[in-house]
């Protein structure tokens, strides 16, 4: 049986007929879905390009993946001007399907969903973030896409979240409030993509040290959610109290510019670095282990990918209270997403006690371990398989 599988992508195809994806939505990202299903079916906005430099961009397509096309819009701009021409693609996307993932929230994925449900078929959601944080600076966006969240959840057969327990009471499940029947189920795993191999030892770290690298991922540096104006301000502070610190942005985006003025106006821009978007885990595995701690202030997460891979190689990390932060971090390394000097206090004592640094890259390490593919595979495989299960049921 084929899936079809909704997600907030960004896939470009290229004349010869292959589609490419920036980052994290490579054909391996869709090989979890293929550990159950026969095929899957990948609706996602694409553009079309004459050329791309292949080098710096990830193959999406592959045996038994096919992508169906939705209008490339960005911006709520581009959604409002093209909102007929989406709403057509996304009935069109959905012709013939037996059952659907939809991965929320999204506005895509909601526009699809609305066409899906009126079919009757089986579907699941895969909750990925909170809509009320990412959508905080829209009140009217906020309250439209939290209610339809909270409703996608009651409707879906299957619910799944990437916290443990934050998103779930946010917006539970039929099962999360009822019990769970074979038509109504609900799981948890996070979408990190977490092999063995991408772990490190424990860092060890001493007084001798005399250079700090603070590390900082955002594949999309498209807004001031993710806190890049904050470590800026932090690190602006350090420096004149006169700590050797510097800091490597990871990611690319229209805001990249802007944080780069701030920092030329601060004075520090030989201390501030962006790498641009690196593609490939791999890539940013490299630049985390140059790192020494890693600085997270967000004020909006599901739970995010960028702190469990700073953790998996053994990073000291600091971050916000946000949904499923808590989950993976102690109050101790939490702060709110504008406290510079929250942040600056606390890394000028971790500088200076090198043995609370070691603790916490060996701590940071072994909670990393619950997010391995050997783990949360087998939670996707028995979500997926009820899912799978429904929907032959619903063919007969």
């Known amino acids: 049986m084929e899936v079809l599988v909704v997600a907030d992508a960004h896939f470009y195809k290229t004349p010869d007929g292959k589609y490419w994806a920036k980052t994290i939505y490579s054909y391996n990202f869709w090989e979890r879905y293929l550990e159950v299903f026969d095929k899957v079916a990948v609706v996602s906005r694409t553009k079309h390009l004459d050329m791309i430099d292949t080098e710096n961009y990830l193959r999406v397509d592959g045996p038994n993946l096919r992508v169906i096309e939705l209008p490339f819009l960005r911006g709520m701009k581009d959604y409002i001007r093209h909102y007929f021409e989406l709403r057509k693609a996304a009935k069109h996307s959905i012709e013939g399907a037996a059952t659907a993932i939809f991965r929320l929230p999204s506005v895509v994925s909601s526009v699809v969903l609305e066409f899906y449900r009126k079919t009757g078929k089986p579907y699941s959601i895969e909750v990925v973030a909170d809509p009320y944080d990412?959508?905080?600076k829209n009140k009217i966006a906020q309250k439209y896409?939290?209610?339809?969240?909270?409703?996608?959840?009651?409707?879906a057969?299957?619910?799944?979240?990437?916290?443990?327990?934050?998103l779930q009471t946010q917006y539970p499940s039929t099962a999360y409030l009822k019990g769970e029947t074979p038509e109504k189920f609900e799981s948890y795993y996070s979408t990190i993509n977490l092999n063995t191999n991408y772990f490190?030892?424990?860092?060890?770290?001493?007084?001798?040290?005399?250079k700090y690298t603070i590390v900082h991922t955002a594949n999309s540096i498209n807004s001031e959610s993710k806190g890049h104006r904050t470590v800026i301000k932090t690190v602006k502070k350090l420096r004149e109290n006169n700590f050797n610190v510097?800091?490597?942005f990871i990611g690319d985006g229209t805001k990249r510019n802007d944080f780069e003025c701030l920092a030329k106006d601060y004075g520090i821009e030989d201390y501030v670095r962006f790498t641009g978007l690196l593609p490939s885990p791999g890539d940013v595995r490299k630049v985390l282990l140059m790192g020494d701690i890693f600085v997270f202030p967000t004020k909006a997460e599901g739970l995010p990918r960028a702190v469990i891979e700073a953790m998996a190689?053994?990073?000291?990390?600091?971050?916000?209270?946000?949904?499923?932060?808590?989950?993976?971090?102690?109050?101790?390394?939490?702060?709110?997403?504008?406290d510079v000097d929250g942040f600056t206090q606390k890394i000028m004592k971790l500088i200076n006690n090198p043995n609370e640094?070691?603790?916490m890259s060996e701590e940071n390490i072994q909670k990393a371990k619950e997010y391995t593919n050997e783990k949360l595979s087998k939670r996707r495989k028995i979500f997926y398989q009820k899912l799978l299960n429904i929907s032959k049921k619903d063919l007969k």
């Open 134 to 136: 990412a959508y905080s």
């Open 145 to 155: 896409y939290t209610e339809k969240l909270k409703q996608a959840a009651l409707n």
């Open 157 to 166: 057969n299957g619910v799944s979240y990437v916290t443990q327990y934050y």
């Open 200 to 210: 490190s030892k424990p860092r060890k770290y001493d007084l001798k040290k005399s």
């Open 246 to 248: 510097e800091v490597v």
């Open 313 to 338: 190689v053994g990073l000291p990390c600091l971050s916000t209270p946000v949904n499923g932060i808590p989950e993976l971090l102690s109050k101790n390394y939490l702060f709110d997403p504008m």
């Open 357 to 359: 640094l070691n603790k």
